[in-house]
């Protein structure tokens, strides 16, 4: 009976599970090794203790992998990345591209084929958010100051990784990956994920709000669920990840005002599929594999922990905080995760990796893993020792570096204007994006809607006239928001570009004229960009024109109402960021 | 690609389930009846929307189940059921048996085949717990005194419910069943039970406090669930179902002192898969069938609601409880559900029934359903309404009838008397039961352990006598005590049965010997036993009496040693049991 089968397997890993969890607490070693070990000692490759359908398992842990990265978004939050610093991000930014260029060079030198190698280097350039995060708490230094710079670097990792799994995809399903190719990519994701986000914040924080207003659990935690699977589920259909659409999922919702009721509702579900997760990665390991590719994988293992240790730490430093604070983030990097097998499983399914590299990322995992808290344990130790070792001079020079970086900040008058031009551009970008987005969801309805519109008899130009005038009405309030921002740029542009003391007389009409130059010259790069994006949908000329003139007209008609419009969207997304930090989610005692 | 197929279909199901619960929240509808019925509609037989691999959706329900039963077990508890009292036991199982026997020749009168009658006696006894509970607490009625005993039908109906899933297996398998078939099952079932919650409660409670004092959810979680599952697989290895194994691994964490955290804890999980349960059921619906059986399904959901309404009231009724109490609960435990479907899938998927019955099943518990809510609500005014057209004779019948009762009630000395007499009898038969056990696990090491013996080079004779010899030593313990208590039995007895009066001068002597005979007796019966049980092990007959001879002189030397062994055993049983009340689980705001 397959039914049996199906539960006596999960049960056989539960129970395992349980027993793991039990005994690594109570050595005090990392219980995500203890899971994986389990697997391995569980596993079909094991005589004796076999589990049938690994099938089933599989399949169990991959709803795992939708849930971890769902609370993964949920912790992450936007507030969140925004607290990060464009600095952690920077430093997160270079680590991961010197441990993937360091990993993919090193499988060259073992003689691997390119894509192995490439592989390899995304399999070690990711850090464990769980493996971190627990480590902190373990060894109880999650409240002091340098813990923040390992979440700040762990969030930013997280969108690393996501950038890395749509290209690794890309790149496995299409063979190689031209420039054009991943600059499409990017963009493609780019534009999903903004957009997601967007339309997310506007409206997820306040249907879980909403629900969370019923009072029962049951109902908030299933519609949650609901949303993170459907998430899951769209950004499949899109062509992405079903581990992105959980994050995004997530990272929207934490915006929710009962984050901190979802949290601890969907922390459980987490905790047991992250155990199926970890167990099955133990599952799919030959020991005899293991035991054949020890060298490398050990070897492979320093690499990641100097290589991480080394690239967080001199980022750190570099960002002007002081050597123990670097030292100890850097220790806390050292180890590689959940992100690893994600990527591992993403080249055996695709069939593009050899089959050795799997058990050597779970090895080399694994022995990071069983390092971690010794690192973090030591971490005080070390930054003494090499407080000692370390010659006067340099000392001098670190502190001298943390001064001269605290007085490079912009001065009080221009950083205001800075972040008032910054934001103006920011917006810009944003409606530009929604327009763009507006204008390929018609593209797309055009080339798959094709039935649905033949059904009702509308032919091809009606089709195109159409769809071309929804999108173009649609983006209206977006296009009035562009020029009004453009205005107010091109206002503070002249303000400041144009000085009075060397136009003289002429200052205010050069003013005028900057004013005006500008919002026009975003109006014409806008319509060009329009044209181009609706060239697939566009209708004949006439046709094209007339709706064009009756866009004009509608734009002066209802100016007022669509400004009103955007700012009362715009004040509901600023409303979902900008509310008060959550309460922590209540803990039982 | 299978795995996302695997992931679509549960996003799918998942998302449905999420939009179901907020709509039917919303409508103050039950949301179980939500998600059956948004099962029908993105199910495999409606066009459109189809979900690809039903079997996955399947095995996710099937671990639904799991943990339903293991959550129901964890709000069961052994305490709850010696609080229910013997009155509302009896009245579950006339009760049940009534609807068993109505539904039965329901069944016939349709002209359906002997099995499927069964199957539909079986489906309508069941009342839903999970219907009723949240009725109860969604028309805000659960602190009525009423709600009570409809808690304590529900319990009951619980352990019905699981004799009758073991017995229907057992038909299903075995084609019939004889009284003497029957008899075995139950026993065998009466074993299992009553074993594993005593080894249980000597060992899981203090395994999962000992756990929950590292204070981290994840291990606590994941340990627990490797119990429920860990008890799952050994009642599937047993031959029962793996609802009973999780079942009383529930009941027996519950007496866990942390039991709150537990249930705080396992609750998410619970409320996820019920509602892929719930959905799953929907999924296997084809509305076209409904349509076809909507007529019997009326007449059969009539009966349900009637049946269980007049049962269940005139048995709380004749318990001596008020008409308006009474009506309460009959009307609250008006609905069929979850057994009911874990009953049609096993009549399904041992292809004994036929395919109408499934569907039928399911419209009769969405009718119920949908009515419950209704019914509870009018409880009152039908109560109100009775009331008034109920003749005054009636009423002082009534009344006098649960005065009558009241007096009934044993006095003060018997009382004290019959509850040491009933206490002893007790411990007797749990002590009998535990030796039994031995011998059948060492039956049963005999039987299947052949391999293990032969490569240890052990032949038959030498097997038996080791066996027996171990079984009989760890049995000497329950031997003793089985002897000390049927001693004071005996003077129990003596003290009662024998009045001076009658005997005069020989009171004394006569006292002595039945206070002597009755141990002695047990200990006949209980050496018959042995020898009965032990037949397939025994070893040859010098070698049983030798090993018989130093039994009783190990009895003799270690008397004291092993009185205090049972003693220590024994209390920490009853230490288990009769902890304070744990205190009520947090919930978060």
Redesign the interface.
């Known amino acids: ?4 089968g ?3 397997d ?3 890993v ?6 793991t ?2 005994l690594f ?1 109570r050595l005090r070693q990392p ?1 995500l090794l203890g899971y994986i070990l389990a697997g391995v000692l569980i596993g079909p490759h094991t005589p004796g203790m076999l589990v049938a359908d690994a ?2 398992i ?2 169990i842990s ?2 795992g992998v ?1 849930l971890l990265m769902f609370t993964l978004g949920l912790e992450f939050s936007v507030r969140k990345l925004r607290e990060v610093g464009i600095g952690v991000l920077l430093v997160a930014v270079l680590e991961v591209g010197l441990m993937l260029w360091v990993g993919t060079g090193m499988g060259r030198a073992f003689g691997w084929k390119g894509i192995d190698a490439l592989f390899l280097g995304a399999i070690i350039a990711l850090s464990s958010t769980m493996v971190a995060t627990r480590t902190l708490k373990d060894t109880g230094k999650q409240a002091e100051p340098f813990a923040k710079l390992v979440i700040g670097l762990l969030v930013a990792e997280d969108v690393l990784a996501i950038v890395m799994l749509t290209l690794l995809t890309a790149l496995a399903v299409g063979g190689s990956v031209h420039a054009g190719t991943a600059f499409a990519v990017i963009g493609h994701l780019g534009l999903f994920v903004v957009v997601g986000m967007i339309l997310g914040l506007l409206l997820l924080p306040r249907l879980v709000d909403y ?1 969370a207003g ?1 009072g ?4 908030l ?10 998430a ?2 769209l950004a ?1 259909q899109m062509g992405f990840s ?1 581990a992105l659409g959980a994050f995004i999922a997530g990272a929207v919702v934490a915006e929710a005002r009962s984050v ?2 979802v949290l ?6 987490r ?2 599929f ?2 199926l997760f970890f167990v099955a990665i133990g599952l799919k390991i030959d020991p005899a594999m293991l035991w054949q590719y020890a060298l490398p994988a050990l070897l492979i293992a320093c690499v990641v922990v100097v290589g991480k240790t080394l690239a967080c730490s001199f980022g750190i430093l570099a960002l002007g905080h002081d050597a123990r604070a670097a030292l100890r983030s850097g220790l806390g990097m050292a180890q590689i995760g959940e992100f690893s097998f994600v990527i591992a499983t993403l080249g055996l ?1 695709l069939h593009v990796t050899s089959d050795f590299l799997y058990p050597i990322a779970v090895a080399v995992s694994v022995l990071c893993m069983a390092a971690s808290p010794y690192l973090n344990r030591s971490s005080d130790r070390v930054a003494d020792g090499l407080a000692r070792i370390v010659p006067r001079p340099l000392h001098v020079l670190l502190d001298s570096y943390s001064g001269w970086l605290e007085n490079l900040g912009p001065v009080n008058e221009n950083a205001a204007l800075a972040a008032m031009f910054r934001r103006l551009l920011w917006h810009i970008a944003i409606n530009v994006l929604l327009v763009v987005t507006l204008f390929v969801i018609g593209a797309y309805v055009n080339a798959h809607g094709w039935d649905w519109f033949s059904r009702f008899g509308i032919q091809r130009d009606l089709r195109h006239a159409l769809i071309w005038a929804c999108a173009l009405f649609l983006s209206l309030p977006m296009l009035i928001a562009v020029y009004r921002k453009a205005e107010a740029l091109g206002m503070l542009l002249a303000e400041l570009g144009i000085r009075e003391r060397y136009t003289g007389a002429y200052t205010h009409a050069i003013r005028k004229v900057l004013a005006r130059m500008i919002p026009l010259a975003t109006l014409f790069a806008l319509a060009l960009l329009v044209g181009a994006l609706g060239s697939a949908i566009l209708p004949p000329r006439g046709v094209a024109l007339s709706l064009l003139v009756a866009l004009v007209v509608l734009a002066v008609v209802l100016w007022r109402t669509l400004v009103k419009l955007h700012a009362r969207l715009q004040a509901a997304l600023k409303e979902t960021l900008d509310k008060p930090e959550p309460p922590a ?5």
């Open positions: 009976m397959h039914e049996i199906f539960i006596r999960l049960a056989l539960m129970l395992v599970a349980g027993a969890t039990i607490q219980v099938q089933a599989d399949d991959n709803l939708v629900v019923f029962r659990d049951e109902t935690l299933v519609s949650v669920l609901g949303i993170c699977f459907g899951s589920l499949a079903v901190g009721r601890h509702l969907v922390e459980p579900l905790d047991m992250a155990a399914s989610p209540e803990h039982s005692p």
